[in-house]
């Protein structure tokens, strides 16, 4: 069957058709596809699969043989956004997987005319999970954008070990209703945008006139709750152009699924290295179940308290360079010993503050079940940080920050340190709105990266880490 070079979606008359190219990875030079772009991660791999595909001849394969593999592969296509005014664009492809132990996700980033991202989501965002080792099957995303918007950066990625098939991918504008929008519809819209203008830290930037408008055009038609997407993907659309990066929704299956487990499920790692400096591995944690926010403290305290009890420990390396984020307390209260008691830092609204503390096995509502104390409390720390250190990740850094025996090392974190409260919707949706910045315990105000005392490049070397060499020569001096 030969493939389709666009997707067609004819509603209403209105049809628009995007310039994406190559969309089924058809067209091949020196047996890559054209007009794609994707640079092979260690220990990934990316290729042109002639024998599994959805149709056509070729589809575009990730995979990986480690199932515990760093970070993720993507591959990308920029192409101007189709039509004029506010609309809503749909971006598709189908996909395939086997064995997979992380994430695979369809990905979209807007950028105006300066290629500045103003928009972005993807799979998982969206809660359009690709559902894993399944057939092929289409996903999609969908973008409100406006006359501001002038390309997508759009792809796809693999983390961690299996393989994922992409295939087919197509961009097409969905055009809105003339029907008046239920009742139901209307408050549940309504709902949302309140929590913004209420709790919002980017309020004051949102122009509420336009917005109230064009909600009034997006939410034609819808008669449920479940139609209201588009209305609510508005609203997060605007909150990207005042500012904020960090807020998003999350469905109600996520929610709940994080109110009785940890839907991560990655585990922390401790070691002795070289000099009998103890390693700390903590990575993201997402659970806001108090009893398994409490294991997961218990566990990272006794990570420490074994390593310093059978070892004369000279120095720490805490590494959260994998720590995307989640739930603060129980890392901060399992890094207690190291922490320290006290006040960690603030958040902070531009006119209040609020501590964050840490005492005695406790902080909030994560308390482990034998707080334990350090041999030696003076002992240097070092923190190690990257792009993947976000949200949470940042926070559990920055309690660290301000202590005279403290030091980080790395590269520059990924810039989401505002605090989400989250608000629970009437559907069980939960929204995880930015409603402060955080402040560490001397008073500095972060907004966006936290920046290394010592920037060190990653290892290109998987068997070296220059970052962990240099942690450990400063521990050492």
Not at 375 to 382: S, V
Not at 402 to 418: D, E
Request: net charge neutral; aromatic share 10%.
């Amino acid at each position: 069957m030969k493939k389709n070079l666009f997707s067609l979606l004819v509603l209403a008359g209105v049809f628009a058709q995007a310039q994406l190219k190559n969309p089924g990875f058809e067209n091949l030079a020196d047996a890559a596809p054209t007009d794609w772009k994707a640079k092979t991660v260690d220990p990934y791999e990316i290729k042109v699969d002639q024998n599994v595909k959805h149709s056509g001849n070729n589809s575009l394969l990730l995979q990986c043989s480690k199932t515990d593999a760093v970070g993720f592969q993507p591959f990308s296509q920029v192409i101007k956004i189709p039509g004029k005014g506010l609309r809503t664009i749909e971006i598709s492809a189908y996909i395939k997987s086997e064995n997979t132990a992380g994430d695979i996700a369809m990905w979209t980033q807007v950028r105006d005319k300066e290629d500045t991202m103003i928009d972005f989501g993807n799979s998982i965002s969206q809660g359009k999970n690709v559902v894993p080792n399944a057939d092929w099957k289409k996903y999609s995303l969908e973008f409100m954008v406006d006359d501001k918007a002038d390309n997508f950066l759009l792809g796809g990625y693999l983390s961690k070990g299996g393989k994922v098939w992409f295939d087919d991918f197509s961009v097409t504008e969905i055009p809105f209703s003339d029907k008046p929008a239920s009742a139901e519809a209307l408050r549940y819209v309504n709902e949302f945008k309140k929590i913004i203008q209420k709790n919002s830290i980017f309020r004051e930037k949102i122009d509420w006139t336009t917005m109230e408008t064009n909600l009034q055009k997006v939410s034609k038609g819808m008669e449920s709750i479940e139609d209201t997407a588009p209305a609510l993907q508005y609203m997060m659309k605007t909150l990207r152009e005042a500012g904020d990066s960090h807020s998003f929704i999350e469905s109600k299956n996520t929610v709940d699924k994080k109110n009785t487990s940890n839907p991560v499920a990655k585990e922390p790692e401790s070691k002795i290295l070289s000099g009998n400096i103890g390693y700390i591995m903590v990575p993201g944690f997402s659970s806001v179940n108090k009893t398994v926010g409490n294991s997961f403290a218990d566990k990272i305290q006794q990570m420490i308290e074994k390593l310093d009890s059978e070892n004369n420990i000279k120095g720490w390396i805490v590494d959260l360079r994998t720590n995307t984020g989640g739930n603060m307390y129980p890392m901060i209260a399992g890094l207690g010993p190291l922490i320290g008691d006290g006040t960690l830092g603030y958040f902070t609204d531009g006119k209040k503050k609020t501590a964050w503390k840490y005492k005695n096995g406790k902080a909030s509502y994560t308390k482990v079940s034998k707080p334990y104390h350090l041999k030696n409390e003076n002992n240097r720390i070092a923190v190690l940080i990257g792009p993947y250190t976000a949200s949470s990740g940042e926070a559990t850094a920055i309690s660290f920050i301000g202590k005279t025996n403290v030091k980080t090392f790395g590269t520059p974190s990924a810039g989401l340190t505002s605090a989400n409260d989250g608000f629970k919707l009437s559907d069980g949706k939960m929204l995880l709105l930015a409603s402060s910045y955080e402040m560490d315990r001397t008073g500095k105000n972060y907004t966006g990266k936290i920046q290394p005392d010592e920037f060190v490049e990653p290892s290109k070397n998987s068997e070296v880490d220059h970052q962990i060499e240099s942690a450990s020569h400063w521990i050492s001096k």
